[in-house]
């Protein structure tokens, strides 16, 4: 070959190798060799809203701004959030929200009384075609008017700004969610905690050290917070709840909280406002009990108190074998728990609920729940994997591999909901650990796709309260966390979970889209195709001629 045509060749192979580094460049997202291909959902009203953005910093009231603000998951919490608080004067209320602080999007959410609007969208801003859907914009209760918001159509995996208010009685602070990780997303982090009805210091003391501490064993954020119920002392109290919401706003404002209720949620008469004050999945029955999938993992809330309105194992057995059933089929599900007020197996404080272990904890066992969470016992308590029959599967304290049996873990120490309880008083084989000090606990979960491995990890975070001289709680100074337990469960995951037609993707792993498919092969051609034309351009092959 000529030194022309070497020349030529030369230039050929450097205009092609210019076009698909360019190509490849144009692939590759900012955030690495991520590709997340996700077509926007659109969804049309038939009317649409229209309303002025208010100068938030001129137009803020002081007479009665939203108070109380929380987050619950209505649905499935990829694309849904319902944000609520309570106000002391029936108004109507509004909320601004988009992906940018400094971009909020209006939907006419809130109104007086029990008026109800369906179907609310807004689909002005293009960035913003979410959904308000369904909303009881305020429940009068004595003295106090609670306003909901359920958000839908959201992007999974997305941190959305807000504010609620309105321009005559004051407006919250600019707020932030952020929507639940897709199906097979390699992580999971979730507190748990319960019985914090009363000691306004306590409860906030605890809330705070929990917003200081919660990257301590796991640096990603928080995703959700269980609580077990006993949040009030008496149910039919609304001003208990406005306490409540009031002390445990700085945490609920940073991830959604998933209650059950609790003994205590019911008043004297049997009256109880819990459902007035949350919005939570009606899969169940009217909130009382529900399910919902959080990335590969199964929550479900239930409610040991119902017996107090019908039997409760008529009304919940069935549904529960249904969803645990369900789960089972899910190959997107790799773990499984459920949490609920009064605990079937505990050593000290109340009694156990036998007639729960012979009636819930044998469906726990055929269906693969591996933790049961519970408060009511005013201590920590964690049991071995036990069967519902009191069969003790491995009397191993710290680490376990894909036990047959749940291990149950009661919390209900997350502020004084009653004195603390007393060391073991009962003597039995199922109890791994117990400690009696206030507390909470921190679960993360990690599904390593390189070795088909996922790793639970629980981490039991104790605080030691300083007093004053006079007895009265040092609410803001420096207290002392402990970890007062630890333990992990590890368990493959299964081929299975690779062959979900309709998996999501992550942003780290694997997908199954057809779109990605395609932009990922094209990706994976351009990059080969670069190294080598790259060769041949700067590393030429010669021939002795």
């Known amino acids: 070959m000529s030194n022309r045509e070497d020349a030529n060749s030369m230039r050929s192979h450097k205009h092609t190798f210019m076009l698909l580094l360019s190509i490849l460049i144009i692939l590759v997202p900012v955030n690495g ?43 499935d919490p990829r694309y849904s959030i319902a944000i609520s608080w309570y106000t002391h004067t029936s108004i109507d209320s509004l909320i601004f929200y988009g992906t940018s602080p400094e971009n909020l999007t209006l939907s006419q959410v809130a109104g007086r009384e029990t008026n109800k609007l369906e179907n609310v ?85 605890v809330n705070r050290l929990i917003l200081q501490n919660m990257s301590t064993y796991d640096k990603e954020p928080v995703q959700f917070i269980l609580h077990m119920g006993d949040m009030v002392a008496q149910g039919d109290k609304p001003k208990l709840f406005n306490y409540f919401f009031d002390d445990s706003e700085p945490i609920f404002t940073k991830f959604p909280v998933l209650p059950i209720q609790g003994n205590h949620e019911f008043g004297n008469d049997g009256r109880s406002f819990y459902r007035e004050e949350f919005t939570l999945p009606e899969n169940g029955m009217e909130e009382w009990y529900w399910s919902i999938q959080y ?9 040991s108190e119902s017996h107090r309105l019908v039997p409760y194992d008529c009304q919940s057995i069935p549904w529960m074998e249904s969803i645990l059933n369900s789960a089972l089929q899910n190959n997107r599900i790799l773990w499984k728990f459920a949490f609920f007020h009064q605990p079937p197996f505990v050593s000290s404080g109340h009694s156990s609920r036998l007639d729960i272990r012979q009636s819930w904890c044998p469906n726990f066992d055929r269906h693969g729940v591996d933790i049961v969470f519970n408060g009511h016992c005013h201590l920590y308590e964690r049991s071995f994997p036990v069967a519902s ?157």
């Open 389 to 545: 029959n009191l069969t003790v599967e491995t009397t191993e304290r710290y680490h376990y591999q894909d036990p047959s049996y749940p291990i149950y873990i009661v919390t209900g120490a997350a502020g004084k909901g009653g004195p603390i309880d007393k060391q073991p008083e009962r003597e039995n084989d199922f109890m791994a650990y117990s400690n009696f000090t206030w507390h909470y606990v921190d679960i993360s979960i990690n599904n390593d796709y390189f070795t088909n491995i996922s790793t639970l990890s629980a981490y039991t975070v104790g605080i030691i309260p300083q007093f004053y001289a006079n007895g009265t709680l040092d609410e803001f100074n420096v207290t002392n966390t402990v970890l007062l337990d630890n333990f992990s469960i590890s368990k493959p995951i299964s081929s299975s979970w690779f062959d979900v037609e309709d998996s999501e993707f992550s942003g780290n792993h694997f997908s199954t889209d057809p779109h990605q498919k395609k932009i990922a092969g094209l990706l994976i051609f351009s990059l080969s195709m670069v190294v080598i034309l790259g060769a041949q351009v700067w590393f030429p092959y010669k021939t002795d001629k």
């Open 33 to 75: 060799f991520s590709v997340n291909y996700q077509p926007k959902y659109v969804r049309y009203a038939d009317y649409d809203y229209h309303f002025s953005i208010p100068n938030f910093s001129t137009s803020v009231g002081e007479s009665d701004p939203p108070k109380g603000i929380r987050y619950t998951i209505p649905a």
């Open 295 to 303: 990335g590969s993992s199964l929550i479900m809330g239930l409610d």
């Open 121 to 205: 969208e807004n689909v002005e801003n293009v960035e913003n075609v979410e959904s308000v859907e369904n909303i009881e914009n305020s429940e009068i209760i004595p003295y106090t008017y609670v306003h909901h918001i359920i958000l839908s159509h959201l992007q999974e995996n997305t941190t959305y700004y807000y504010r609620v208010g309105d321009n005559e009685h004051g407006w919250s602070a600019v707020e932030q969610f952020t929507t639940g990780p897709p199906r097979n997303s390699s992580h999971l982090h979730f507190l748990a905690y319960g019985d914090n009805r009363s000691d306004h210091p306590m409860r906030r003391l």
